[in-house]
T-cell receptor
């Protein structure tokens, strides 16, 4: 199957600093990438949808000025957590969407990256 | 609104069969997915249903009834490594954001010897 990588896999930063997380589709071109956040014992919550070459679409309640998303190419999207605070500590997971034909419909499968664990001290 | 319900926890015995149920109420429907997630790791794809019926893939099967807003994941011949959280996810719309998924809270399955 398709492979998606994330870097770094874990990061510890001080409160007030910014952290950049990269998401790459290694063997396919992803026109759409998704960014999720998962707190302990919680489900994945979609933060934003990122389309190559255009501005990201943020879910309700997610601050676009705090979580900067850039999707400059078909294989790379970045999430920058600006002025991080302890409450931003979470597991951040990206996924990349690939289109395929199924039952004569074009549908889209998501492939998840391994996740980035962010701890803000 | 969008709502996906699944049991919080389940326990089963190695070698047995377990069924994890999922009910959903979403604004639209364009497919239901099951993912497996081990602690501290990202989800891995298990199955996909878009039409009613049963999809079988080795030890895993998934069933869908769109009229009832219901799905289940069936795991046979349970192994210890199957201990994980199982996430039910619905894609509520066609096109648009190309596959946006809504996830349930997951069912934590513990397999005992």
């Amino acid at each position: 199957g398709a492979v998606v990588s994330q870097h770094p896999s874990w990061v510890i930063c001080k409160s007030g600093t910014s952290v950049k997380i990269e998401c790459r589709s290694l063997d396919f071109q992803a026109t759409t990438m998704f960014w999720y956040r998962q707190f302990p014992k919680q489900s994945l919550m979609l933060m934003a949808t990122s389309n190559e070459g255009s501005k990201a679409t943020y879910e309700q309640g997610v601050e676009k000025d705090k979580f900067l998303i850039n999707h400059a190419s078909l294989t790379l999207s970045t999430l920058t957590v600006t002025s991080a605070h302890p409450e931003d500590s979470s597991f951040y997971i990206c996924s990349a969407s690939s289109a395929y034909a199924d039952l004569q419909l074009i549908t889209y499968e998501q492939y998840f990256g391994p996740g980035t664990r962010l701890t803000v001290t | 609104g969008q709502n996906i319900d699944q049991p919080t926890e389940m326990t089963a015995t190695e070698g047995a069969i377990v069924q994890i149920n999922c009910t959903y109420q979403t604004s639209g429907f364009n497919g239901l997915f099951w993912y497996q997630q081990h602690a501290g790791e990202a989800p891995t794809f298990l199955s996909y249903n878009v039409l009613d019926g049963l999809e079988e893939k080795g030890r895993f099967s998934s069933f869908l009834s769109r009229s009832k807003g219901y799905s289940y994941l069936l795991l046979k011949e349970l192994q210890m490594k199957d201990s994980a959280s199982y996430l039910c996810a619905v894609r509520p719309q066609y096109g648009g954001s190309q596959g946006n998924l809504i996830f349930g809270k997951g069912t934590k399955l513990s397999v005992k010897p």
